[in-house]
């Protein structure tokens, strides 16, 4: 195989938000949880990761750059996804090329993989997730594997946890599973995308830094030293999950919305629990995000009970970033008109690069400009009218979406044709 072809992949991949948490592994190296987890997929127009994979006779070693920048293959999770995903490769034949690989031949052969985020990597919105997913379905097109969804979550898995949940759109579970080899710990989808489109999820990132306790070594901590998430695995989750489940397929928002809060807030009070608590919530350099939480979390639940019935949901993951959902298009615009009016942009900031995704939503809540944010009146359930201008750093709307798919446009490859290295 002297030649210099290049044959490639691209892929497109969601990441996911956690309505049941998973936090705390009973194996480090193939990443299996204490507990099954549940998550909603987020439309990948908003959120999603670009992956091209490439082969080539000419590569002289695996190469992988994210974001333009390259990176290290070096790490265990890498080494373990291209390992799993190398030996299920099957022969490909490209006819109209002359091209043709053996089974055999993947083992010599070495790949270059280029990964962009089209939302900030250091955002704390799981781009990890939508990575490891990515590189792991789009080379199991490369190279022809024939395992279904399901057990190529298994492989991203290995990569990153939550990575498993990124595999389908809708609403998915990753079962725990009992195996030691970690065969039977994979995801699965509850319902695609289309079964609850009502719902809008707005996000609010308060932070782009990187968080200080990361999550592997954070649940690694929690395991150690709680006794509150030994509980949470084996008394709490397993009622909790077949809850959620039916309340998903049952399209019922005010079960949904109590158990979502109620496992969020459970995950940070193990977070708490552990020696030495791990404060996500409360940023140690940014101590008003405390209270901006506290907040959120308090002004959500006084607003829900004023509707009678909930209108959101929260949730929060390793970091202070409020995922916010609502129940249809009138709750979202609503839940808009009231976060615009209490965390306006600074003055220097416009309407459009302060809320990204489906902008839609400003439309259904009267606001064109800045001037109509201005103008918004205090919310009638809530005493107070103070605002909080630059506490969020910009908001992001989006819905429940797809999962992972093959793009077919060449011109949407990160890697060049010819030379297999970034554009
Ligand atoms: C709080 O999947 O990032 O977001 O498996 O160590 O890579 P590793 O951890 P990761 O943990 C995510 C934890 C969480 C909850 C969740 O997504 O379920």
Known sequence: MGEKWVLMKTAQTPTNIAVIKYWGKRDETLILPVNDSISVTLDPAHLCTTTTVAVSPAFQQDRMWLNGKEISLSGGRYQNCL???????????????????????????????????????????????????????????????????????????????????????????????????????????????????????????????????????????????????????????????????????????????????????????????????IFYMNDTSHRQVLVYICWIISYVEKWNRSEGTPQVAYTFDAGPNAVLIARDRKAAAQLIQRLLFYFPPKSDTDLDSYLLGDKTILKDAGLKGLKDVEALSPPPENGSAQKYPGDVSYFICTRPGKGPILLSNDKLALLDPETGLPK
């Open 83 to 277: 390992r799993e995903i190398r030996k299920r490769a099957r022969e490909v034949e490209d006819k109209e090329r002359g091209i043709k690989i053996e089974k055999k031949d993947w083992e010599k052969l070495h790949l270059h993989i280029a990964s962009y985020n089209n939302f900030p990597t250091a955002a704390g919105l799981a781009s990890s997730a939508a990575g490891f997913a990515c590189l792991v379905f789009a080379l199991a097109k490369l190279m022809n594997v024939s395992e279904d969804e399901s057990q190529l979550s298994a492989i991203a898995r290995q990569g990153s946890g939550s990575a498993c949940r990124s595999l389908f759109g809708g609403f998915v579970k990753w079962i725990m599973g009992k195996e030691d080899d970690g065969s039977d710990s994979l995801a699965v989808q509850l319902v695609d995308e289309k079964h609850w489109e009502d719902l809008f999820i707005i996000i609010a990132v308060v932070s782009s830094r990187q968080k200080e306790t990361s999550s592997t070594s954070g649940m690694r901590e929690s395991v150690e030293t709680s006794s509150l998430l030994q509980h949470r695995a084996k008394e709490v989750v397993p009622k909790r999950t077949i809850q959620m489940e039916e309340a998903i397929q049952n399209r019922d928002f005010a079960s949904f919305a109590k158990l979502a809060c109620a496992d969020s807030n459970q995950f940070h009070a193990v977070c708490l629990d552990t020696l030495p608590p």
